[in-house]
């Protein structure tokens, strides 16, 4: 099938490789020359595992091609929409801007039959604002909102294998036409059995917000827990395994630390907020007013614990924060914990050093009056503390006993609780974990 992808950042770039990658003939298209550019010549333009792979495999075939050319979109009969939706400035919405103009862009381009599918996380309602254009136009096109769960890091397997497809169409019936066209996109991942939920356009779009919703109420509740067992002297990682043994509740996402950060879930949970407000149903989502001030309490409270552990004063003291991605295996610095911490310590005096395997430009970039480097043992050197702040595989396997000679001070303090505190203490360090004594 012929398929456009508007918009080729975190979610567009690789879903065009996907969809490519499933055999369908592919024009990714974007404003940003930059991004285009790169895919162009198969390199992504962040870091993603595997996807600079499946770019060059793809590409190979000759079955993906990206334009800045939002005429490239004619002719292909299913457009999907993977535009940004930003947190608007000084507010809590969502920024629509982009979908509406990648929306507008395209009708210019539709034909007879065509199926628009929203993949952006937008505030319920927009779909249905959005079909009206769509069917308006002369051209009988039809808006299905086909929402993604894609997690950065895991993004290639994560659309290729979806725990789940969700269809919003307008009338919320399994025998729109528009359903058939779509399952014959899908018809590889429908074909392992991976269940397709049809529902209409607001339920939808409530999904991914709710989805996003629950995974912060998830983590927000075992990081309330960390601050009882604080002060109560527990230990919060052995009271997440053992809830989590218990199936209704699991053990995923009940990892405590620094907090949730990246372009997904502060930002969706504040549009969502907004939006109940406009609805008038604020009530019913005060919650998560509470679960983005336990995840910004996290970030204030590991500033007070480094200068605890720094004998009362962060002035002049050398910190090295080791991890400025929001998460491991990602360069995507967006409401990153990590890098806020950075800099609120930078701020209160300290001299901060921040390393990371990959996200260091993106970092640069946000925060210029930070300190980077990119090798660990040279960004280690003359700490007085080392704040491990996003659980990169190179950090949890650091060796307390080789990094002793390295540093001024044997102090750490591990903001995601992943290593082990018994080792780090009998190589003489001083460990502080999060909600752990
Ligand atoms: C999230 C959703 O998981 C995904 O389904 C959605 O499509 C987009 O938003 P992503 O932003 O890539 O994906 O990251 P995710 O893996 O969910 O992690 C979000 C944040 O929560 C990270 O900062 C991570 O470090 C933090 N986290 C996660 C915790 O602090 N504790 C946990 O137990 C899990």
Known sequence: ???????????????????????????????????????????????????????????????????????AAAGAKVHFVCVGTPQKKGENAADLTYVDSAISALLNHLAPGDVVVGKSTVPVGTARRLSAQVKDTQFDADLVWNPEFLREGHAVADTLHPDRFVYGVDNGSEDHRAVAILDEVYSTPLSTGTPRLITDHPTAELVKTAANSFLATKISFINAMAELCEAAEADVTQLADAIGLDDRIGRKFLNAGIGFGGGCLPKDIRAFMARAGELGADQALTFLREVDAINMRRRTRVVELTRQLCDGSLLGKRITVLGAAFKPESDDVRDSPALSIAAQLQLQGAVVTVTDPKALENAARRFPELHYEADTDKAVRGADALLLLTEWEDYRSLDPYELRSLVASTTILDGRNVLDAAKWRAAGWVYRGLGRP
């Not at 690789?14 to 020359?33: F, P, R, S, T, W």
């Not at 162009?40 to 590409?59: I, M």
């Open 1 to 71: 099938m012929r398929i456009s992808v508007i918009g080729c950042g975190y979610l567009g770039a690789v879903h065009a490789a996907c969809m490519a990658q499933l055999g369908h003939d592919v024009v990714g298209i974007d404003v940003d020359e930059r991004k285009i550019s790169a895919l162009a010549r198969s390199k992504a333009p962040f870091f993603e595992p595997g996807l600079d792979d499946l770019l060059t495999e793809v590409q190979n075939t000759g079955r993906l091609n990206f334009t800045t050319d939002i005429a």
